[in-house]
């Protein structure tokens, strides 16, 4: 497998639209969730929205990476989309505040599990000296669903009801789903499951050798958390209209699209830890210049900008983190990097909820927090490295 020239294999695109299917099911519901609690009685929790669902995913993120390690990689990527399909049709039958946020607990359970799965799978079958480029086309499949999603989920809505949103999120999943279960297993000597691997050690939880890239993820993804939670009540605020307040996300993955495979292709040329000292700063940009927006004009720059310095800083860390991992742990090393991401998205989406309190005034401040932390972050590329590594005795 490693020896292939090309990355575009059959399997390859079948993982690609795969994931695009699924990451459309789960955020096309986004936008539209924050006036559904509120239309429950559950305005003040907002936060909760997104930091629920990031809890569960970093709680199952050391399963995911020992299932994929042992039983394979298809099963794990086909329970996570398994998941949104699943809750999905519950949504719409459980309508109180505590159902509801239950029911977003649980839903983590699918970034929980088959976005390890494909990192994994894809580290699996395209060359080393090319997984950056990979990891971007990887990644710019998963952002059209992360763009369209959040783009026709209200439109869903407007025309047909929120039942109907819910139960179009589930039919993407399934599609996932079906997909999946079409391709090829690529992990040799695969075990039968069986309850003895849930069984979970320290030794399973965390991999020491992806501490780096671990570390970074979680100072840079609390950006993204508060603009999850945030970001649709700015966007009605300047004076989008309800079916446009999806705008920002639609317009910041779009952004992201070219310059995930630009980046991907730079970090193999160049390096990853140059291409993610560029991409720190570009968030540390990025969230200023959405903590002073005041018009539409200001927000859709903002979210351009956005884009790109995710763009930036995305696949160049998931193909660092594979550097960084062995192959017989690779799952481990994914699910670790993983649990600093859904660390880093909780905090922010909570800690932006807080501070926000629903006074529009406030969302300022979220950003400049966001914007220190990601600074941080470009100080730990540049003298902190070698911390990460002495600290918990990582040997090549």
């Known amino acids: 497998m490693a020896e292939q020239k090309s990355i575009f294999s059959l399997q390859f ?95 983590g359970f699918s970034t929980g599990f088959k976005p390890t799965g494909t990192a994994a799978y894809l580290a699996d079958i395209v060359p080393r000296h090319r997984r950056g480029e990979a990891m971007g086309y990887s ?97 009605i605020s300047i004076g989008f209209d309800q079916g446009n307040k999806g705008i920002f996300f639609t317009i910041f993955v779009f952004s992201s699209l070219l310059i995930r495979i630009l980046a991907g292709k730079a970090s193999d ?39 790109i310095a995710v763009g930036l800083n995305t696949p160049t860390i998931y193909a660092w983190t594979i550097d960084l991992s062995h192959d017989e742990k690779r799952g481990k090393g994914l699910a670790t990097m993983y649990i600093a991401l859904e660390i880093g998205i909780g905090l922010g989406a909570f800690s932006a909820g807080f501070i926000y309190a629903n006074e529009i005034e406030n969302l300022r401040n979220a950003f400049i927090v966001s914007a220190i932390l990601s600074f941080l972050g470009f100080l730990f590329l540049n003298f902190g490295l070698n911390w990460g590594n002495k600290l918990f005795k990582v040997q090549d």
């Open 269 to 307: 040329k160049y390096g990853r830890v140059i291409v993610l000292k560029w991409a720190a700063l570009a968030i540390v940009v990025a969230d200023l210049m959405v903590a002073f927006t005041h018009t539409e004009f200001m927000l859709i720059a903002s979210s351009i900008a956005f884009g």
């Open 13 to 107: 695109c079948l993982l690609c639209l795969s994931s695009l299917l699924f990451f459309s099911s789960f955020n096309m519901i986004v936008p539209d969730l924050y006036d559904y609690l509120t239309s429950l009685g559950g305005g003040e929790l907002k936060g909760l929205v997104i930091s629920l669902f990031t809890v569960t995913a970093g709680l199952s993120r050391p399963f995911s990476g020992k299932l994929s390690d042992t039983i394979g990689r298809i099963p794990v990527m086909i329970f996570g989309a398994g998941v949104c399909f699943v809750v999905g049709f519950l949504y719409p039958m459980l309508g109180t505040v505590w159902a509801f946020l239950l029911l977003r607990f649980l839903h």
């Open 139 to 235: 990644g710019l499949f998963g952002s059209l669903g992360m763009a369209a999603g959040p783009s026709f989920g209200p439109m869903i809505t407007e025309q047909f009801g929120l039942d109907a949103m819910f139960y179009s999120s589930s039919a993407l999943a399934i599609l996932s789903v079906l997909i999946l279960a079409g391709m090829k297993e690529t992990l040799p000597n695969k075990q039968k499951f069986s309850l003895e691997l849930l069984k979970i050690n320290k030794s399973d939880i965390f991999e020491p050798r992806v501490i780096n890239p671990s570390i970074l993820f979680l100072l840079t993804s609390f950006s993204f958390g508060a603009a999850l939670t945030l970001m649709p009540d700015l966007t």
